[in-house]
Nanobody, 118 residues
Framework: VQLQASGGGLVQAGDSLRLSCAAS????????MGWFRQAPGKEREFVAG????????NYADSMKGRFTISRDNAKKMVYLQMNSLKPEDTAVYYC????????????WGQGTLVTVSS
């Protein structure tokens, strides 16, 4: 399994950005995909998740209402639409996938940097 995140860049506060994650390999084994982020000097944190089959979503409280996760199973893509970006959203964003409901995320992409200027 390979996950390739893209779409990061430098934006201004209030702007929007859409991240993409392309999955390849044994995607039929996926239970859930998620987006995580890691800001400089901070631990990695959960952003949003989506059930691969079914589409149920969940979000970190601080992202609710601003971020939207979606997927296109046919294209093996997962997206993160980020609106009303704030400087504190600056981080490297990672997509990840797991094969079971209760387990840890098994597969990780390489990350894409999002920088939000004030």
């Amino acid at each position: 399994v390979q996950l390739q995140a893209s779409g990061g860049g430098l934006v201004q506060a209030g702007d929007s950005l859409r991240l993409s994650c392309a999955a390849s390999g044994r995607t039929f084994s996926f239970y859930k995909m998620g987006w995580f982020r890691q800001a400089p000097g901070k631990e990695r944190e959960f952003v949003a998740g989506i059930i691969w089959n079914g589409g149920s979503t969940n979000y970190a409280d601080s992202m609710k209402g601003r971020f939207t996760i979606s997927r296109d199973n046919a294209k093996k893509m997962v997206y993160l639409q980020m609106n009303s970006l704030k400087p504190e959203d600056t981080a490297v964003y990672y997509c990840a996938a797991k094969t079971t409901a209760g387990g840890k995320y098994d597969f990780w992409g390489q990350g894409t940097l999002v920088t939000v200027s004030s």
